[in-house]
């Protein structure tokens, strides 16, 4: 008897902490190997703390990739598989792939059989692949988020098994069945579109509030095409502008159109490969400049960007559009089943970009395109509206509501 009083108190403990994780919703995120799986997820993660800071949160990916540094970073725990991506063309080396996407599928039974999830939800990639199969195989209810307007391998075989699908763009091909489709938009962080235009951006990076200004990205690390374009492109817009000295400083370099003259002055983020040739061509021309190999945070640059030219990776059109800025896309031709080119297309279609082939990118079609839009100030106003109304800010908050929403019917 005395031993048994001596344990009550730690077995009454112990069931109201079994009682506690019972009632605690627990989700687990999975999906990485690149910035552009990761970054989507952890913008989840973050829109359901915003909810619910007691929802218990856990990541399962790579053991060796990004979101093992980047998660603990970002304050959730973290678990790894071993994982690795199918070579595109079949060879001997799809062996030892095998093998470990069959660990990762065995940890991720392991993993999931303790956490015992009411939701798992997978950002695309192949790190996601194991956990979101082991987790229907389990009975866990599984959700996708799709970057991209062409969903990714990876997705488009687990689509069957999902309870939900939310997708950044409309499907341009039927990759997911309807009945679980919300087209959501990519979440996003919320300070992209949070950040104000104020004076104080343009004095930190010594722009001027008077000049357009022209958002030149390659994404973190560059894109050399884009860079080599811009490079070529500055003797073309030094013959195009007109440069009255006597006004240098307040009016820069200019080009007259039928609508007038504009001002103009660039930002690029390069990658750190270009960044001196990038800058010296600026330079070289007397074009109004701010170069850099990576911004960060990047919202201050997105608060004063009227025009884009960049990439059409999910990400960056999710970005673009949220922030309402017409675009100048030079989609990446390698990507994996074109989804850049459909990407940008998506958003061409409305009418709030326009989209250079890079097979076909000439300086003269880029200058072209470039003044058209910032000297037309009816038609700039039109892609800028209708950005924004494709641009959906609010994504990680939807999905996360979503989310839970799935969790509470496969409760009840």
Request: charged content about 20%.
């Given at each position: ?338 989804d850049q080119v459909q990407n940008a297309k998506t958003v061409a279609d409305v009418r ?42 609010f994504a990680s908050d939807t999905i996360a509501e979503s989310i839970l929403q799935l ?6």
């Amino acid at each position: 008897m005395e031993n048994k009083k001596n344990h009550q108190p730690q077995d009454e403990t112990t069931s109201e902490k079994n009682r506690e994780k019972k009632n605690r919703i627990r989700i687990v995120l999975a999906g990485g190997g690149t910035g552009g799986h990761i970054y989507p997820a952890i913008g989840i993660a973050q829109a359901l703390h915003r909810i619910d800071t007691h929802i218990d949160i856990v990541f399962i990916g790579g053991g060796n990739r990004i979101e093992a540094s980047v998660v603990p970073q970002q304050g959730f725990r973290f678990l790894p598989i071993s994982v690795e991506g199918f070579p595109r063309r079949v060879t001997w080396k799809w062996f030892p792939v095998i093998f470990r996407v069959f660990q990762g599928l065995l940890k991720s039974f392991k993993y999931l059989k303790e956490l015992q999830p009411d939701v798992v939800i997978g950002t695309g990639g192949y790190v996601s692949g194991p956990v979101l199969y082991a987790a229907s195989l389990l009975g866990i209810p599984i959700a996708i988020q799709e970057q991209n307007a062409t969903p990714g391998l990876t997705n488009r075989i687990l689509a069957r098994r999902a309870k939900a699908a939310f997708l950044a763009l409309p499907q341009e091909t039927k990759g997911f069945p309807n009945h679980i489709v919300q087209v959501t938009g990519n979440p996003i962080r919320p300070n992209i579109t949070k950040f104000p235009r104020r004076q104080e951006t343009y004095e930190k990076y010594g722009l001027s509030e008077t000049k357009k200004t022209v958002f030149v990205l390659g994404g973190s690390q560059g894109a050399q095409a884009v860079n080599k374009v811009m490079i070529d492109a500055c003797p073309l817009i030094a013959q195009l502008i007109r440069c009255d000295n006597s006004q240098e400083n307040t009016n820069g370099p200019q080009y007259k159109s039928d609508g007038g003259s504009i001002s103009i002055q660039i930002v690029h983020q390069t990658g750190k490969k270009d960044i001196d040739k990038v800058r010296e061509a600026y330079q070289k021309h007397a074009i109004p400049c701010l170069v850099q190999s990576f911004f960060d945070p990047i919202e201050e640059i997105y608060s004063i960007a009227d025009l884009m030219i960049c990439r059409a990776g999910g990400m960056t059109v999710s970005e673009v559009t949220a922030c309402g800025i017409p675009a100048i896309f030079i989609p990446l031709p390698a990507a994996v089943g074109n989804d850049q080119v459909q990407n940008a297309k998506t958003v061409a279609d409305v009418r709030a970009a326009v989209v250079i082939r890079q097979e076909n990118i000439t300086p003269e079609k880029l200058v072209k395109q470039l003044f058209r839009i910032l000297s037309d100030d009816t038609l700039y106003k039109e892609m800028k509206i209708s950005s924004s109304n494709l641009g959906k800010p609010f994504a990680s908050d939807t999905i996360a509501e979503s989310i839970l929403q799935l969790a509470a019917d496969d409760i009840t």
